[in-house]
């Protein structure tokens, strides 16, 4: 494997690790230090119940998890401007809401890492947790979320 596609793997792992924390931190309220020290030490590359855990880019998880949480109203109120009328940020599942607010984090602050490539990756992580209606519904939200902060 060449090393871009090692470190595009790596940062696919990183990005479905920082939506389980995220989603770990919002319903237990862990703090960001102990949950970074949690997943660094237990989860990333490791295998649990027979699930291996790849290796992820440990600084880009970090960045994510502490991103999100340092920017959570923000990113929030770019979701739920783009949600339709009668829905609200707390309708959507928890782990909807952590896919959404990852993926709104890097639309945001990684300049560096394509729109198409941010979208792609985050409907990769949406099919993780959910069927294709919902990967779809990932896909236009973070779409109109990059339109809103990229153009």
Known sequence: MTSAAARSRSRSAARLAAVQALYQQEMEQV???????EFHHHRLGATID??????????FFDE???????RREELDSLIAARLAKDWSLDRLDKPMRQILRAGAYELIARADVPTGSVISEYVDV???FYDQREAGFVNGLLDAVAKDVRS
Do not use: N, Q, T
């Open 31 to 37: 703090p960001v230090p102990r949950l970074l020290h």
């Open 50 to 59: 027979g699930v291996e855990y790849a290796d992820a880019e440990v600084d």
């Open 64 to 70: 994510l998890v502490k991103g999100v949480d340092a």
């Open 126 to 128: 949406a099919k993780a």
